[in-house]
């Protein structure tokens, strides 16, 4: 039979989690679509937990595939060796497939064949549901966009660089060099969804949240911060070489402004001295991701023609970018320390609750 969709998950140790996410997606698979599993060499229970739900489910088309632990972006690029689908659904191991997600996106494959499916998610809060909130995509509803620079600059004004969120053909992939997911690094979907959305000449907006997205305290390194910087480049390099309408290069640089604060803000919570270290590292970064200058941001944000969920808070966040470059501070030293605070409560909490999630980078 013919595979239409592939839903694909990655997983690294998830024994606390795998078993709700997996149920989610084989109560939903259906004749034309397959499950298929990489497990990044786990030490704990999670293997042996999935052998045990593919017996629970023997008629699913449902396949494990385990690897040597090499990291998620590599399990991800081992998903895409072994899919069959002509669509590719991610979901993570931490996270839940809503219901009824797989029989909207099997009816947008068959109504339109676009070159990426575009879904609305939720932000999950599954200790304290009054937080839980869905996530509504910028795209237009109900018909296909066939203008890949409105694409991009819609994607780009929404910032949400989650791989699960895009459900893309497999011929898109394959358009990329491999490996497609960039190996040992996190934030590896930041680096690869603009470069892929890129080559989608069509988008279709899926008005249904497909994701439950499990949210809780991330731990923040070096190798954190300068990750999430360092995926950056990569994407501006590819979309350069794509040509890309400078329509896109200046939405671009003001989503990469967004990262860029976002990134030295939290560098305030490493020790004094690595958060210093990190800041003097992120600015070349942040100086190689751009297409024009620092100086050129606030009037890049002010055209007309730029798409924005939030015209004044575009100006707030260049205004912070000049004074993170010029030796300011981004976060002033009162805020930092609340934003410390609210951390520690929150790991004070967690150690008191038994059964809480560890932190997902």
Same mark, same amino acid.
């Given at each position: 039979?013919?595979?239409?969709?592939?839903?694909?998950?990655?997983?690294?140790?998830?024994?606390?989690?795998?078993?709700?996410?997996?149920?989610?997606?084989?109560?939903?698979?259906?004749?034309?679509?397959?499950?298929?599993?990489?497990?990044?060499?786990?030490?704990?229970?999670?293997?042996?937990?999935?052998?045990?739900?593919?017996?629970?489910?023997?008629?699913?088309?449902?396949?494990?595939?385990?690897?040597?632990?090499?990291?998620?972006?590599?399990?991800?690029?081992?998903?895409?060796?072994?899919?069959?689908?002509?669509?590719?659904?991610?979901?993570?191991?931490?996270?839940?497939?809503?219901?009824?997600?797989?029989?909207?996106?099997?009816?947008?494959?068959?109504?339109?064949?676009?070159?990426?499916?575009?879904?609305?998610?939720?932000?999950?809060?599954?200790?304290?549901?009054?937080?839980?909130?869905?996530?509504?995509?910028?795209?237009?509803?109900?018909?296909?966009?066939?203008?890949?620079?409105?694409?991009?600059?819609?994607?780009?004004?929404?910032?949400?660089?989650?791989?699960?969120?895009?459900?893309?053909?497999?011929?898109? /992939?394959? @358009?990329? &060099? #491999? =490996? %497609?997911?960039?190996?040992?690094? +996190?934030?590896?979907?930041? *680096?690869?969804?603009?470069?892929?959305?890129?080559?989608?000449?069509?988008?279709?907006?899926?008005?249904?949240?497909?994701?439950? /997205?499990? @949210?809780? &305290? #991330? =731990? %923040?390194?070096?190798?954190?911060? +300068?990750?999430?910087?360092? *995926?950056?480049?990569?994407?501006?390099?590819?979309?350069?070489?794509?040509?890309?309408?400078?329509?896109?290069?200046?939405?671009?640089?003001?989503?990469?402004?967004?990262?860029?604060?976002?990134?030295?803000?939290?560098?305030?919570?490493?020790?004094?001295?690595?958060?210093?270290?990190?800041?003097?590292?992120?600015?070349?970064?942040?100086?190689?991701?751009?297409?024009?200058?620092?100086?050129?941001?606030?009037?890049?944000?002010?055209?007309?023609?730029?798409?924005?969920?939030?015209?004044?808070?575009?100006?707030?966040?260049?205004?912070?970018?000049?004074?993170?470059?010029?030796?300011?501070?981004?976060?002033?030293?009162?805020?930092?320390?609340?934003?410390?605070?609210?951390?520690?409560?929150?790991?004070?909490?967690?150690?008191?609750?038994?059964?809480?999630?560890?932190?997902?980078?």
């Amino acid at each position: 039979m013919k595979i239409s969709l592939s839903v694909a998950v990655a997983i690294h140790n998830a024994q606390r989690t795998i078993g709700p996410c997996i149920r989610s997606i084989l109560d939903q698979l259906r004749p034309g679509q397959e499950l298929v599993v990489v497990d990044d060499g786990s030490s704990d229970n999670t293997l042996a937990l999935l052998f045990k739900l593919q017996e629970a489910w023997p008629a699913a088309n449902f396949h494990i595939f385990s690897q040597a632990h090499t990291g998620i972006a590599s399990a991800r690029n081992h998903c895409l060796h072994v899919v069959q689908g002509d669509y590719i659904a991610f979901v993570d191991g931490d996270d839940l497939l809503l219901p009824g997600s797989l029989a909207a996106i099997g009816q947008a494959i068959a109504a339109h064949r676009p070159d990426v499916i575009a879904c609305d998610f939720r932000m999950w809060h599954p200790d304290d549901a009054g937080k839980t909130r869905s996530v509504r995509l910028g795209y237009p509803v109900g018909k296909l966009l066939c203008d890949p620079e409105a694409i991009m600059r819609i994607f780009l004004a929404d910032r949400h660089m989650y791989i699960w969120s895009n459900v893309f053909r497999r011929e898109i /992939y394959a @358009q990329l &060099p #491999a =490996p %497609v997911f960039p190996p040992a690094q +996190l934030f590896e979907d930041v *680096a690869t969804v603009p470069r892929l959305l890129s080559q989608c000449a069509s988008l279709l907006h899926l008005a249904h949240p497909v994701i439950d /997205y499990r @949210q809780q &305290p #991330a =731990p %923040v390194s070096e190798q954190w911060c +300068l990750d999430f910087a360092g *995926a950056l480049p990569v994407a501006r390099r590819h979309l350069q070489a794509r040509g890309v309408a400078d329509s896109v290069r200046r939405h671009f640089d003001v989503a990469v402004a967004y990262f860029y604060v976002g990134v030295v803000k939290n560098s305030y919570r490493l020790p004094r001295a690595d958060g210093r270290r990190v800041r003097a590292l992120l600015k070349p970064i942040f100086a190689a991701s751009l297409f024009g200058d620092p100086a050129s941001l606030l009037a890049s944000a002010g055209r007309a023609d730029m798409t924005s969920n939030d015209h004044t808070l575009d100006a707030v966040i260049i205004r912070q970018v000049e004074s993170a470059l010029g030796g300011g501070v981004v976060l002033n030293f009162k805020r930092a320390a609340s934003r410390k605070l609210k951390l520690w409560r929150r790991l004070r909490k967690a150690r008191r609750s038994p059964g809480t999630a560890a932190p997902r980078p």
